[in-house]
């Protein structure tokens, strides 16, 4: 498992202000989590190159969670968390489904559709905006396009389990001491996942789509600037990519039955 340390209740991946401290004694995180300092446990499997699996993990803990609530073929990991109170989870989204269980302790959780993608600032799978469940008014002054979004609020108490799709942008804050299980699987075929150790790598077909996108914009980038922005447009017309993209009717070997 790995504990990140820091002294803002605010965890950003990008500015890095929290460290890895690994072999942390279990008496001595759980004394600190409970009495509030700054510290986040996300377990992994002891073997650092394997997924986590809560019930493997922790075989003991595991009973108390009684029902799976998907398939346990299409389950890719399982992820024991532990937060103080007020610690705020940067704003993300990840490439598996997710069913996110609280057990001990709230958890208020922030949750944007998709098509919010374009007005959360994002800077890869995450967001520039910091703490914005704890302070929302002031990321909108700096981010005024959040005013656009359309946000669902919620806040887990023991023994809910919220489901959390693929793609959708979520930040979380325990609102006291906290403890959460969650549950990452595929809805995609098996044959569009690549190894993954944390949930958030891009299925592959995107990550061929991006190659070949680098390759197209370097062939425009032979032709001078006008040429180049008139034929960006052109190829990438929802007229153009919507007669070549397939509907999820003719896709339905991908649904989440198969
Ligand atoms: O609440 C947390 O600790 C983080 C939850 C989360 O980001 C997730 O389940 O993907």
Redesign the pocket.
């Known amino acids: 498992m790995y504990i990140s340390t820091g002294s803002t209740s605010f965890v950003f991946f990008d500015f890095w202000n929290f460290e890895y401290a690994n072999e942390y004694p279990a008496e001595d995180f759980l004394r600190e989590v409970a009495a509030g300092e700054v510290r986040?446990l996300?377990s992994v499997s002891a073997r650092r190159k394997d997924l986590p699996d809560f019930e493997k993990d922790f075989p003991t803990l595991s009973a108390d969670i009684s029902e799976a609530l998907f398939r346990p073929d299409r389950q890719h990991s399982q992820?024991l968390?532990i937060?103080p109170k007020n610690l705020e989870?940067w704003l993300?989204y990840?490439t598996l489904d997710?069913f996110?269980t609280q057990t001990v302790g709230e958890?208020e959780?922030l949750l944007f559709p998709p098509s919010d993608a374009k007005n959360l600032y994002l800077d890869g799978d995450k967001s520039e905006c910091i703490g914005l469940i704890s302070h929302l008014q002031e990321n909108q002054v700096c981010f005024p396009d959040l005013k656009k979004t359309n946000a669902y609020r919620e806040v887990l108490k023991p023994g809910d389990v919220l489901f959390?799709p693929a793609l959708w942008f979520?930040c979380?804050k325990?609102l006291n001491f906290s403890v959460?299980i969650?549950t990452f699987f595929k809805s995609l075929p098996d044959k569009m996942y690549g190894k993954d150790l944390y949930?958030n790598r891009d299925p592959l077909p995107v990550e061929d789509a991006s190659k070949h996108l680098q390759k197209a914009i370097a062939a425009l980038s032979q032709l001078p600037q006008s040429y180049q922005s008139f034929y960006l447009h052109k190829l990438l017309s929802p007229h153009a990519v919507s007669s070549t993209l397939t509907s999820d009717s003719d896709n339905n070997n991908c649904s989440f039955s198969k």
């Open positions: 986040y996300r992820i968390r937060s989870i993300h990840d997710n996110l958890k959780v959390i979520h979380t325990a959460s969650n949930g």
